[in-house]
C-alpha cells in the first residue's frame, strides 16, 4: 500500500493564495493588515523563522514591522513595545518570538498582549476561549493540523485520535481542536503506560514529543492517518520527524513528510490569524 503524502507546502499555498485575496478585498476597502513581530536576542533559530514570516506577510500582502531588539532588553522595555503596539489603531497582530532571553518572564509577556492582537493563540484568554468552544485565535501549528486534515479529505468525526505530547503549544490546543471535530480523543505524555497499546488504537495519530524517529511502525494500525509535527536534525544533519518515516509509510494510509508536512502549515495558519484580526 502506498500511503497518501499530505503535502504541507502544496495545502499551505493554497491557503496563502486564498488570503493573498482577501488582502487585496481589505485594501480596496481602505484597510491594511499590519502584524508587528518583536525577536529578542538573535537566536539563530528564531531569527529564520521571523524572516520566514516576514516572507509569508509579503507574499499574502500583510504589512510587517519588525523590532529587533538588543540580547540585553529589560523585560520592562519589552512590556513597554508590547503595550504601545496594543494601543496601536494601525496594528492588528503582534508576535512575541519565542524563546525569549533568560531574564525575560515569557509567561508575562504573552499575558501583556491584547487578546485580540495575540495571533499566535498563546494568551490565557485565547486558549480559554478554545477550551470552553468561544471565539478566540487558536494557536496555529494545531490549527494548521486540522486544515492539513480537512483539505486532505480526511474525516474527523467519530474517529479515534491519539496525541502524542500535551505541551501548550501543540498537545492540548491539539486534543481541543480534535474535540471539536468531533474526534474521540486520547492525550499521551512521557508518564503513559504502553503507549503503544494506546497509539496502536488510533485512526488519526497526531506526534508531537519531541524525540526523532521515537514512532516506529510498531505504534501504529494499519491504514491509521499520521501527522508529524516534530523537527530535528539526524546524526547526518538531515531533518527528521518524531515519526520513523521510511519505517511507518508503509503501514498507513496518509503521512505527513518532514519537512514539507506540518511545517508551512504554521506559517500559513499565522496569516490566517492576521486576516481573522480585522473582523
Do not use: W
Amino acid at each position: 500500500m502506498m500511503a497518501h503524502l499530505i503535502d504541507g507546502k502544496e495545502i499551505s499555498l493554497q491557503i496563502k493564495e486564498e488570503l493573498k485575496q482577501k488582502a487585496i478585498e481589505y485594501k480596496e476597502r481602505g484597510i491594511e493588515v499590519t502584524l508587528a513581530v518583536i525577536q529578542v536576542g538573535n537566536d539563530p533559530a528564531s531569527s529564520v523563522y521571523v524572516g520566514n514570516k516576514k516572507k509569508a506577510c509579503e507574499f499574502v500582502g500583510i504589512r510587517s514591522l519588525a523590532y529587533e531588539l538588543p540580547e540585553e532588553t529589560t523585560q520592562e522595555e519589552l512590556i513597554a513595545l508590547v503595550k504601545e503596539l496594543n494601543e496601536r489603531a494601525d496594528v492588528n497582530g503582534i508576535l512575541v518570538q519565542l524563546p525569549l532571553p533568560s531574564h525575560i518572564n515569557e509567561d508575562f509577556v504573552i499575558k501583556t498582549i491584547a487578546p485580540e492582537k495575540d495571533v499566535d493563540g498563546f494568551h490565557p484568554q485565547s486558549v480559554g476561549a478554545l477550551s470552553i468552544g468561544q471565539k478566540g485565535f487558536v494557536s496555529c501549528t494545531p490549527a494548521g493540523i486540522i486544515e492539513l486534515l480537512k483539505r486532505s479529505n480526511i474525516e474527523i468525526a467519530g474517529k479515534e485520535c491519539v496525541v502524542v505530547g500535551r505541551s501548550n503549544i501543540v498537545g492540548k490546543p491539539m486534543a481541543l481542536l480534535m474535540l471539536r471535530e468531533n474526534a474521540t480523543v486520547t492525550v499521551c505524555h512521557s508518564r503513559t503506560k504502553d503507549l503503544k497499546e494506546v497509539t496502536k488504537r488510533a485512526d488519526i495519530l497526531i506526534v508531537a514529543l519531541g524525540k526523532p524517529r521515537f514512532i516506529t511502525s510498531e505504534y501504529v494500525k494499519d491504514g491509521a492517518v499520521v501527522i508529524d509535527v516534530g523537527i530535528h536534525r539526524d546524526e547526518n544533519n538531515k531533518l527528521c520527524g518524531d515519526v520513523d518515516f521510511a519505517d511507518v509509510e508503509g503501514k498507513v494510509e496518509a503521512i505527513t513528510p518532514v519537512p514539507g508536512g506540518v511545517g508551512p502549515m504554521t506559517i500559513a495558519m499565522l496569516m490566517n490569524n492576521c486576516m481573522e484580526a480585522i473582523v
